[in-house]
């Protein structure tokens, strides 16, 4: 059993407001951290996978998640898995976001505890080299199977030694980000929009971030005179309309804090709109409290884009978070990155698209896995992208489709891929490729065979 720690904020239930933070202290004004409970230490590693002590772990463990049902949310695992490991925490402290912070796992003996870790996992969390920390929320956890490191979710949150192998190709920063930073945290790559980085902590860490080189590390902090310093550069760059609010995960700010920076960015007059990405609804839907939709509806036109990566992700707590946050009006899109053994197929990655409608998110884009340093066992080939776009396209719902996209390595931009549905052309005909393989032809005369008009 796992003892968490207890002090700190009050708790609510997951149908309550979450009381108010307070004010944030002195050293750091806008950020509501808690340090890593002290978990008790695991017993000594076994020697092997055959070793008594693994397998009667792999006895004791929970069953896997159930896979997501089709017409609605999958079973939730959560209230097996905290009974199991922690029984004298109350459903009201579980379902409290502040409770989840403080209680995250990152280390080796803590994970061994839940886990049955594999070599290459153990080998990975006890040494060092790899770019981004662990860390992953109790909550998320409950959604890993115990026994399997092939499950998607579980690829997607626990270290391995693959992550140690660098590829030619491959580089810390393959977008080129820091090149673009006028100032310390915000990128300005795009004419008229910039991405501001607000922090570098996030509840949980993707083992495929492509921000791996700074996100939780402490270099990008949330204190006011940083923020300040890129919301002056905003106001006096007139060319910028559009905001992106990234990190590390800006929910991870206190509710007043993000309601003052949000406040900051409606006041400036040549600002159309304000945008937000997070992972929070996916690993820790407990966020998403009834307070922090009040705060964000106050600053529309507000957009949000949401990181989903399976289907399993897709429990009744993230159902629930998705419609506060459709209900306050909050238009929603979900990012997904294509990532090897997690959602590369058709099928899977067809029971996510039509969950995301369900939950009124709009899938809005389908990333190729960037070529950040020890990334290639999440790496497909392009074509496995373009195929599951072709999957997709008249096989189920317009709105279920993403734009498949690769972010041009060195600082080039998004740039749009899809499978090729012009075939050619015959005389004054295009031909066409519908879903079904057959040809078409649409009248498309050239300008030259229309008496050269323009």
């Not at 990008?220 to 990190?247: C, F, H, K, M, W």
């Amino acid at each position: 059993m796992v003892e968490p720690r207890k002090e700190g904020h009050a708790s609510a239930n997951e149908a309550d407001d979450v009381p108010d933070p307070g004010p944030a202290s002195p050293a750091s004004p806008l950020l509501v951290l808690h340090p890593t409970p002290a978990i008790p230490s695991a017993p000594p590693d076994p020697s092997s996978d055959k070793s008594p002590a693994l397998q009667s772990l792999a006895r004791q463990a929970p069953p896997a998640p159930a896979p997501c049902t089709a017409s609605g949310p999958r079973p939730s695992p959560t209230a097996a898995f905290r009974r199991r490991f922690f029984p004298a925490v109350t459903a009201s402290e579980w379902n409290d976001w502040h409770w989840q912070t403080r209680n995250r796992v990152t280390k080796l003996g803590e994970l061994a505890r839940f886990l049955v870790l594999s070599p290459a996992e153990r080998a990975a969390l006890s040494g060092r080299g790899a770019l981004l920390p662990t860390g992953i929320t109790p909550y998320y956890l409950s959604l890993l199977s115990p026994t399997d490191p092939e499950q998607p979710l579980r690829r997607t949150m626990i270290p391995t030694t693959a992550e140690l192998e660098r590829l030619p190709g491959e580089a810390d920063d393959p977008l080129g980000e820091d090149a673009h930073m006028p100032v310390p945290g915000l990128v300005h790559r795009y004419p008229d929009r910039v991405l501001f980085l607000v922090l570098d902590f996030c509840a949980t860490y993707c083992r495929y971030c492509t921000r791996s080189r700074v996100v939780g590390h402490g270099e990008i902090t949330p204190n006011e005179t940083r923020l300040r310093v890129a919301l002056d550069y905003i106001r006096r760059t007139p060319q910028i309309r559009d905001v992106l609010l990234s990190g590390g995960d800006p929910l991870a700010l206190a509710d007043h804090r993000l309601d003052w920076l949000l406040g900051e960015l409606r006041a400036i007059p040549h600002l159309e709109m304000v945008r937000l990405g997070t992972k929070m609804p996916a690993v820790l839907p407990q966020r998403i409290t009834p307070q922090l939709t009040r705060v964000l509806r106050r600053h529309h036109p507000f957009w949000m884009s949401l990181h989903f990566m399976h289907p399993d992700e897709c429990t009744p707590e993230t159902y629930r978070a998705c419609a506060r946050l459709a209900d306050a009006g909050i238009p929603l899109g979900a990012q997904i990155v294509l990532a090897k053994g997690v959602n590369d197929d058709v099928e899977t990655m067809k029971r996510l698209v039509h969950h995301l409608l369900r939950m009124r998110v709009r899938p809005y884009y389908l990333y190729q896995c960037d070529p950040i340093s020890g990334s290639s066992h999440f790496r497909t080939s392009v074509a496995k992208g373009l195929e599951i776009i072709e999957g997709l396209r008249g096989h189920t719902t317009g709105y279920a489709v993403p734009t498949f996209v690769i972010d041009a390595p060195g600082g080039g931009g998004k740039i749009p891929l899809q499978p090729a549905y012009a075939v050619g052309r015959e005389a004054d005909d295009l031909l066409l490729r519908n879903f079904e393989g057959r040809l078409f032809r649409y009248p498309d005369p050239q300008p030259e065979s229309a008496g050269g008009a323009p």
